[in-house]
């Protein structure tokens, strides 16, 4: 069974650190870019970044609203996603969900979507 | 503020016909697939959708996508209580350089 298990949340204080792991099973975890998208009380979803399999170098992209603050890494030998978080605002409190992203080209059509979710970690920060 | 416009919310009883659109602009669903994700309280959101009308393996067919332009619409057909859930659209956003979501809507089923 595909899986994927996110760790790490809490409560944290205003301008510390935090990082979140996502461990993945049932499939081969590095085969497939990884992603991050959270949902803070009462709104809607929101992408947060995303990291691309190591045949692409491991490259990341992010929301422009956590951009030089949050960092996407991979250990594809545990099969487990990182999100490490720093200079935490009030404004990051959300549950925050790991995903297995699909991409390429159907029909010269880019596509890019998350296909399994994991069940989320809830981030408080608060002082 | 969602990139993407959803109605906050939409109802029907049970065997009802409901759709809940979606609506962009030419950097995401004008140009890109639009997915859809259903998403029950606590529980990790579920793929419905995906490539404007592609259901996934064990996705009962009540659920269809169509796209339009910069607009995409999910409907779901004989709703069901199960079904009550909150639903939102997402697309790749090619300014963005990254997916974006719609708002959310809530379907109650009354």
């Known amino acids: 069974e595909v899986q994927l298990v996110e760790s790490g949340g809490g409560l944290v204080q205003p301008g510390r650190s935090l990082r979140l792991s996502c461990t993945a099973s049932?499939?081969?975890?590095?085969?497939?870019?990884m992603s991050w998208v959270r949902q803070a009380p009462g709104k809607g979803l929101e992408w947060v970044g995303f990291?691309?399999?190591?045949?692409?170098?491991?490259?990341?992209e992010y929301a422009a609203s956590v951009k030089g603050r949050f960092t996407i890494s991979r250990d594809d030998s545990k099969s487990i996603a990182y999100l490490q978080m720093n200079s935490l605002k009030t404004e990051d409190t959300a549950v925050y969900y790991c995903?297995?992203?699909?991409?390429?080209?159907?029909?010269?059509?880019?596509?890019?979507?998350?296909?399994?979710w994991g069940k989320g970690t809830t981030v408080t920060v608060s002082s | 503020q969602s990139v993407l416009t959803q109605p906050p919310s939409a109802s029907g009883t049970p065997g009802q016909r409901v759709t809940i659109s979606c609506s962009g602009s030419s950097s995401n669903i004008g140009n890109n697939y639009v997915y859809w994700y259903q998403h029950l309280p606590g529980a990790a959101p579920k793929l419905l959708i995906y490539?404007?009308?592609q259901r996934p393996s064990g996705v009962p067919d009540r659920f269809s996508g169509s796209k339009s332009g910069t607009s995409a619409s999910l409907a779901i057909s004989g709703l069901r209580s199960e079904d009550e859930a909150d639903y939102y659209c997402?697309?790749?956003?090619?300014?963005?350089?990254?997916?974006?979501f719609g708002g959310g809507t809530k379907l109650t089923v009354l």
């Open positions: 049932g499939f081969t975890f590095g085969d497939y870019p």
């Open positions: 990291i691309r399999t190591k045949a692409y170098g491991g490259a990341t």
């Open positions: 997402a697309a790749w956003d090619d300014s963005l350089s990254g997916p974006v």
């Open positions: 995903t297995r992203d699909l991409y390429g080209y159907t029909y010269g059509v880019y596509y890019y979507y998350m296909d399994v």
């Open positions: 490539k404007n009308n």
